[in-house]
C-alpha cells in the first residue's frame, strides 16, 4: 500500500511538473506564432498538386507583405485585413487549373507537428493559423510559418536569414528563442522529446473526444 501511495504521489509530481513545463513551452511559442495552413481537397495527385499551387500564389502575393511585419498583433491586422483577398487569391488558382472547389478561408488555432526550419524546431502543439481549405479539405495538407516569416525556410537550410532570425527571436523572446534553437550542449530534439509526448497525448485525447462529440471542432 505504501510502495503504491508513493507511485501516485511521484506520478502526480512528475505529471504537474510536466504540465507546468508543457504550459511555459506552449505560452512562449504559441503566442508569439502564426501558421500558414493549406489544406487539399483530397489525397490524388491533381489535388495535391493543386495545393501547392494555391500555396504558391498566396505566398508569391502576400509573402512580402508578411516579411515586413515585426510584431505577431501587426501580422494578425494583416491577416484580418487581407482574408477575402487571401480567399480571392486562391479561388482564382483554383479555377485557373480548371477546378470549381470552394474556398474558405479562417484564422483560428490548428495542431501541427514538430517541424524544423534551419536550426530553429517548432515542437507539435497548437498553433493560430490562417487555414485555407480547398473542397472538402479531406486531403494531407502543408503548414509553414507565416510569422515570423519562415515559409521559404526548411530543414535544409543550416541557419535562418538574419531577418528572420531577428523577428523570431524579438516575437519569441529571449526565453522562447533559446528554447526552439540547435544547441551543442542539448539538441532541441531531445528537449522537446518529453515535451512532445505531452502534446501527442493531449492531441489523441482531444481528437477522441471530437469524435465522440464531447469538444468543438476548430
Given at each position: ?12 509530481v ?38 501547392l ?80 481549405e ?85
Amino acid at each position: 500500500m505504501k510502495k503504491m501511495i508513493a507511485a501516485l504521489v511521484i506520478g502526480g509530481v512528475v505529471t504537474l511538473s510536466m504540465s507546468t513545463y508543457s504550459n511555459r513551452v506552449e505560452s512562449a511559442l504559441a503566442g508569439s506564432v502564426i501558421r500558414l495552413h493549406v489544406l487539399a481537397n483530397s489525397n490524388s495527385a491533381a489535388d495535391q498538386e493543386l495545393k501547392l499551387k494555391v500555396r504558391d500564389r498566396i505566398l508569391a502575393e502576400m509573402g512580402e507583405c508578411f516579411s515586413h511585419t515585426a510584431r505577431l498583433e501587426q501580422a494578425r491586422d494583416m491577416v484580418c485585413e487581407n482574408m477575402d483577398e487571401i480567399a480571392r487569391i486562391a479561388r482564382e488558382e483554383v479555377m485557373a487549373n480548371g477546378y470549381d472547389y470552394p474556398v474558405t478561408v479562417s484564422l483560428g488555432t490548428s495542431d501541427f507537428p514538430t517541424k524544423a526550419y534551419g536550426n530553429v524546431t517548432l515542437p507539435a502543439g497548437t498553433y493560430e493559423a490562417l487555414k485555407v481549405e480547398i473542397g472538402e479539405s479531406a486531403g494531407q495538407n502543408w503548414w509553414c510559418v507565416l510569422f515570423p516569416p519562415l515559409c521559404f525556410v526548411d530543414a535544409t537550410t543550416a541557419e535562418l536569414p538574419e531577418e528572420s532570425r531577428r523577428i523570431l527571436e524579438n516575437s519569441l523572446g529571449e526565453e522562447g528563442y533559446a528554447l526552439v534553437t540547435q544547441s551543442d550542449e542539448l539538441p532541441v530534439e531531445v528537449r522537446f522529446k518529453a515535451y512532445e509526448l505531452w502534446q501527442s497525448g493531449k492531441m489523441r485525447l482531444k481528437a477522441v473526444l471530437t469524435r465522440l462529440g464531447m469538444m468543438e471542432t476548430v
